[in-house]
């Protein structure tokens, strides 16, 4: 089982900076993907950004070269530094991770997480 624990949300003015962050606490050693997701309302919730185990990341189209993914290994954390805000960037952004733990013999527990969410609004 993992918790994640989100902070670092708010309003901010178009072209501002915002840094999200995410801690997780549990069975920490099982996490292999970390991951930001946005949603606004009647929308789908989509991929804003990922960093794997090895560090590989991944990123929207739309917000590559403005938005960045870390992670901290030492202190099970990922952050989202998200620069050049704009008011479409507006919506609750939520931290993810992929688990994968072995059990007894072929067993194996493969799911989800989810953080609480926490709403980014930028103005115009």
């Known amino acids: 089982q993992v918790q994640l624990v989100q902070s670092g949300g708010g309003l901010v003015q178009a072209g501002g900076s915002l840094t999200l962050s995410c801690a997780a606490s549990?069975?920490?050693?099982?996490?292999?993907?970390m991951a930001w997701y946005r949603q606004t309302p009647g929308m789908q919730r989509t991929l804003v950004a990922s960093i794997t185990s090895e560090g590989i990341t991944t990123y929207a189209n739309s917000v590559k070269g403005r938005f960045t993914i870390s992670r901290d290994f030492a202190d099970n954390t990922v952050s989202l530094q998200m620069n050049n805000l704009k008011p479409e960037d507006s919506a609750v952004y939520y931290c993810?991770?992929?688990?994968?733990?072995?059990?007894?013999?072929?067993?194996?527990?493969?799911?989800?997480?989810w953080g609480q969410g926490t709403q980014v609004t930028v103005s115009s």
């Open positions: 993810h991770c992929d688990y994968f733990r072995r059990l007894k013999g072929w067993d194996y527990l493969s799911t989800q997480y």
């Open positions: 549990g069975s920490v050693s099982s996490i292999t993907t």
